[in-house]
């Protein structure tokens, strides 16, 4: 039967192609407007609103196929969601910050406002496609409408809204939804897995038994976790840097994303949700289980 609430109404799914980087649609955004420190992840310092030294004149990355060789990894593990090309394209029509100099500034300050929206949408779009999480598909989808609108307004609505509200009336449907996909996982309950936040950098969780385990923001950097079963985990803002998932099993967990796998470290054996690709670096970066 269909609702006759008209802010239920059921649109079809936002494509996950607008919620990945088109870096071709883009305007080099990520190497303009965002600030990186000469460190392990970066081989030099660069200011917010300067463009890196390998963006080239059609907004492509000079050394692209070699980041990680020449010491621009952290350029590796950044992940738009689709904000970059959305700002280029839609909120400033498609003239960019070289044709335009005088909406530069603007349009740098809008992308990671636009990035946190699409990262939201991301998610959201994820809890509709969630069986067990049927009973906030509702929530969920007026919610993905109110923020999808958002994304879509010019750019001084877009510099006016209040992210951290918004995120916080996501995250209240974010959460639900974990606790219901959570629920159904056999030993979740009773054992309750509730690692919110926990400081495990460097733990030792080879072939620990993770299923629908709560890792939000959890700090896993470098943590061992070969062989793990991170089944249905939530993993929603969890620090994956340089974390070993040689052989872990990611089937089915919730809220992980493209930026936090290529963080990791991983092999031929990870097992990678179906919505995300395996990266190409764990090709080189194999490890002994």
């Not at 910050?97 to 636009?114: G, I, K, L």
Request: hydrophobic share 40%.
């Amino acid at each position: 039967m269909t609702s006759s609430d008209p802010t239920d109404a059921r649109r079809p799914a936002l494509p996950l192609a607008d919620l990945a980087a088109d870096c071709g649609n883009c305007f080099g955004l990520c190497c303009v407007a965002l600030p990186f420190a000469r460190s392990q992840d970066f081989a030099a310092n660069k200011n917010a609103g300067t463009p890196c030294r390998n963006l080239q004149s059609d907004f492509r990355c000079g050394i692209h196929a070699t980041l990680r060789d020449e010491g621009y990894r952290g350029c590796t593990v950044f992940d738009c969601f689709g904000a970059g090309q959305k700002v280029s394209q839609v909120t400033f029509g498609g003239v960019s910050w070289r044709e335009r100099p005088d909406s530069a500034r603007t349009m740098y300050e809008v992308f990671p406002v636009m990035r946190q929206l699409h990262e939201l949408l991301w998610y959201l779009e994820e809890v509709l496609t969630l069986p067990r999480a049927a009973a906030v598909h509702r929530d969920a989808r007026r919610a993905r409408d109110t923020v999808d609108r958002l994304t879509r307004a010019d750019a001084d609505e877009l510099l006016a809204a209040d992210v951290p509200a918004i995120r916080g009336d996501v995250n209240t449907v974010l959460l639900k939804a974990s606790e219901l996909v959570r629920a159904d996982v056999p030993g979740a309950l009773g054992r309750k897995k509730n690692h919110r936040g926990a400081d495990l950098v460097g733990a030792r969780l080879k072939k620990a038994d993770l299923r629908g385990a709560n890792l939000r923001g959890a700090l896993l950097v470098a943590a061992d976790l070969t062989g793990a079963d991170l089944r249905s985990a939530d993993l929603i803002g969890a620090d994956l840097r340089d974390a070993r998932l040689a052989g872990a099993d990611l089937t089915g967990s919730i809220f992980l994303t493209q930026a936090q796998l290529n963080a990791a470290l991983g092999d031929g054996a990870t097992k990678v949700p179906g919505a995300l690709r395996r990266p190409a670096h764990w090709k080189q970066e194999t490890f002994t289980r």
